[in-house]
């Protein structure tokens, strides 16, 4: 049924809030910092001197830059693969006929209720390298004493099962969810043909789940690219040595700490053409294996 | 990004509160807002022990003695995102009367355009800045004017836990002199099983910039910054490479715990696990209420064989920030709470609440004459280690612009250095060359 609104600007008017919201917050900054890509401004007077591609040329040239990169590539990869493996054995276990597993449930839900600074004290509590539990059950247990302020690829490993953590419940949500789609009498003719539980899980609860897997690949690996800027402020500020400084923190020291707006303008523009190609790529590779029933 | 929200909410709320504010002064007859105290904002960066004392005492106390004025402190995080925020302020056009800025800040905020230097603002003799101890007063005195009012001043000084000197069978009056006494005296801490480490530190780069000091060794060209803008560190020179050398043996022989910048490393010694600590002295009151073991302090170690300087002022100072224009009556609340400050009562309570340094000498002698000192023997430590050593180009401190990237630049190349990833030489290049661009696109677009 086709509805009609009887005043022509009527529907404009409802509109305008949500337009006025998204022109005001998202289209103008992003208009501005594209156009400050193109300059290096003085922090007060926001005076601009326009160096036209300078920025980009010194961003893709920089081993510093590259280094964040890599590092941020790892980062979600680990996140992806380790955090959403994780999810995924969690969500079969917690779609089990559990006793007390309401409570399971929240407790697996809460991480993701957490803001990324408590998150982020949580975790650089555990493993303070002095007086942390984990370090020193790590100590007991091994005799070794990781340090994780001095060591840089332990730093990285820190990171990424905090914010695989924090993603955990996410995750799970919606593994749950899915599994709680996947048809009881296509797992019980399996059953009944001989299938064993493995096999059953691969050949047809996983490819049932492969909608949400997918979307949940998506979704992590924004998570992994924007969001992780909490959670590294508070952890390791991109320390130590630069070992955790991910493309997002480096952004934020570069325009928020050195005032260096033109030089994180642009970096917010390469940023956002590297996750726009990654999605893209994702979509067009993984996408295609989907099975949407 | 949702960890803003807050804020928004939070602005929101202020909104609405002004809104019924105004709406509730509507109804009130005009004389009645004349009366209305003066108000003038404060950004401070003072967390922890040091937030009670800069609200409770020194804004209340201020407020309760000029009840024509009204200070409004307000916390806008660390140094760095507090200078951060007066930039945003300052060119949306309401900044505060008065913000807080660490010594880094000082060439971006002489830069800025943005500030009244105080002598415009304090008719002479007002305060009489004389009595300020000379090395804080050398710090924010650039071209022989004073830009900013000295407020909290530290430095660096070496803390170190007695009771573990005592079962190392060191003798726990007698903190290390030099780099070679931190060595021999720490693989006597670790050998004898006495602690797990034998030192740690603070704020890694500012450490750098002390051991340079310290040598008096300049850290970046044109004396510091101080006789032009800076265009080049030096801290890459033979001096930076030897002290971030002896770091990273340290740490080779597990004598050194890197405990991560700032105040991180603190945990490590209050937990027993370290035995000595490079920190600012901003931290003996804490330290002192923390610590379940007695706390001995010494000056900062130097490295032997070097030629002798001091050991260089950290810690922040007040800056005035013009805004749109500040009338009489705002200036004059300015100056009346920069004269409460420098108070010699006042001095002295903060000096004790905190152990940042009693800035002017008046407040020296009311502390001694009171027996401060002699009950509180750590507190005196940082103020006889100023009063040795000379006063040259590379004691008064440095001057650098993007100044705050700088200091991480170096904090990650020390990072890499005592990690192993690259040697002390390696890093500190590759520091330098970063730097020296950034000094560059500094001097291209500030005037």
Redesign the interface.
């Known amino acids: 049924m086709e509805g009609r609104f009887p005043n022509r600007m009527l529907p404009y008017a409802l509109l305008f809030p949500s337009l006025a919201v998204v022109v005001v917050f998202l289209i103008a900054p992003a208009v501005q910092s594209l156009r400050l890509a193109f300059y ?8 601009g ?1 326009f160096v036209g591609l300078s920025n980009f040329r010194v961003l893709l040239g920089s081993d ?1 830059y590259r280094h964040s990169l890599e590092i941020t590539l790892l980062v979600a990869a680990g996140i992806v693969v380790a955090g959403m493996t994780v999810s995924l054995g969690v969500a079969v276990l917690a779609s089990q006929p559990l006793r007390g597993l309401g409570l399971y449930r929240v407790a697996i839900l809460w991480p993701y209720a957490l ?3 408590v998150a982020g004290t949580i975790w650089a509590l555990l493993f ?4 942390g539990p984990a370090t020193l059950t790590i100590r007991a247990l091994t005799g070794l ?1 990781p ?1 994780w ?4 690829a332990y730093a990285v490993w820190v990171v990424i099962v905090a914010a695989s953590w924090k993603m955990l419940g996410f995750n799970v949500v919606f593994f749950l969810a899915g599994l709680q789609a996947v048809p009881a009498e296509l797992r019980e003719a399996a059953h009944v043909d001989g299938a064993g539980a493995a096999r059953v899980f691969w050949r047809i609860t996983f490819p049932i789940l492969s909608p949400i897997t997918f979307f949940l690949f998506v979704m992590n690996s924004l998570y992994a690219f924007f ?1 992780l ?2 959670l590294i402020d508070v952890m390791t ?6 070992a955790t ?1 991910i493309l997002i923190y480096r952004l934020y ?2 325009a ?5 707006w033109g030089m994180g303008s642009a970096q917010s523009i390469l940023l956002f053409v590297m996750v726009g190609i990654l999605t893209a790529l994702q979509f067009r590779f993984a996408g295609r294996r989907v099975f949407y029933g | 990004m949702s960890h803003r929200r807050p804020d928004w909410c939070a602005r929101v709320a202020k909104a609405l509160a002004v809104a019924v504010g105004i709406a509730a002064l509507g109804g009130a007859a005009a004389p009645a807002a004349a009366q209305q105290p003066v108000k003038i904002t404060l950004w401070h960066a003072m967390g922890g022990a040091r937030y009670d004392a800069i609200t409770k005492d020194i804004a209340a106390g201020f407020n309760k003695a000029n009840p024509e004025y009204a200070l409004e402190p307000l916390y806008t995080g660390s140094y760095a995102e507090t200078v951060t925020k007066a930039i945003a302020a300052i060119r949306a056009g309401n900044p505060p009367h008065v913000i807080q800025v660490f010594e880094v800040g000082t060439q971006t905020m002489l830069d800025s355009g943005a500030i009244i230097p105080v002598t415009e603002i304090v008719k002479p003799g007002a305060i009489n800045f004389g009595d300020y101890i000379e090395p804080i007063l050398n710090y924010y005195r650039v071209g022989g004017q004073l830009y900013s009012m000295p407020f909290n001043s530290s430095t660096a000084i070496i803390y170190y836990n007695k009771d573990v000197f005592q079962k190392a069978g060191l003798d726990p009056n007698k903190p290390p002199a030099t780099y070679k006494d931190v060595e021999e005296m720490g693989r006597k801490i670790v050998s004898s099983g006495a602690a797990r480490a034998a030192i740690t530190f603070g704020w890694p780069s500012w450490m750098l910039e002390q051991s340079h000091a310290m040598s008096n060794k300049l850290y970046a060209d044109h004396d510091n910054g101080r006789s032009g803008r800076a265009t080049r560190v030096l801290f890459n020179e033979p001096f930076g490479v030897e002290a971030l050398t002896r770091w990273k043996r340290w740490a080779d022989e597990k004598l050194l715990a890197y405990g991560g910048r700032e105040y991180a490393p603190n945990k490590a010694f209050l937990s027993g696990e370290v035995a000595m600590l490079m920190q600012s002295t901003s931290q003996v009151t804490t330290i002192e209420k923390a610590a379940k073991f007695p706390v001995g302090t010494g000056f900062l170690p130097r490295i032997e064989g070097q030629p002798v300087g001091r050991s260089v002022i950290g810690g922040a100072s007040f800056w005035v920030l013009k805004g749109s224009g500040r009338s009489a009556k705002e200036l004059d609340a300015i100056v009346k709470f920069f004269k409460f400050v420098a108070e010699p009562e006042e001095t002295a309570k903060w000096h004790e609440d905190t152990g940042y340094f009693p800035a002017t000498k008046t407040a020296v002698a009311l502390l001694t004459k009171r027996g401060w000192f002699a009950q509180h023997p750590n507190h005196e430590t940082a103020f006889k280690q100023m009063q040795q050593g000379i006063d040259s180009p590379a004691t008064r401190g440095v001057l650098l612009g993007n100044f705050v990237q700088i200091r991480n630049i170096t904090d990650t190349a020390i990072e890499k250095a005592v990690s192993g990833k690259l040697s002390p030489k390696e890093a500190l290049d590759e520091a330098a060359a970063e730097s020296n661009k950034l000094l560059a696109e500094y001097g291209r677009i500030t005037k």
Do not use: H, K
């Open positions: 290096e401004v003085s922090p007060f007077t926001g005076r001197l510093i803001s990324p600074a303070d390298p002095s007086t004493s340090n302020m001095m060591n840089g969001e800027f909490g500020q991109g320390g130590p040595g630069g400084d020291q570069d928020f700490i050195s005032a260096r």
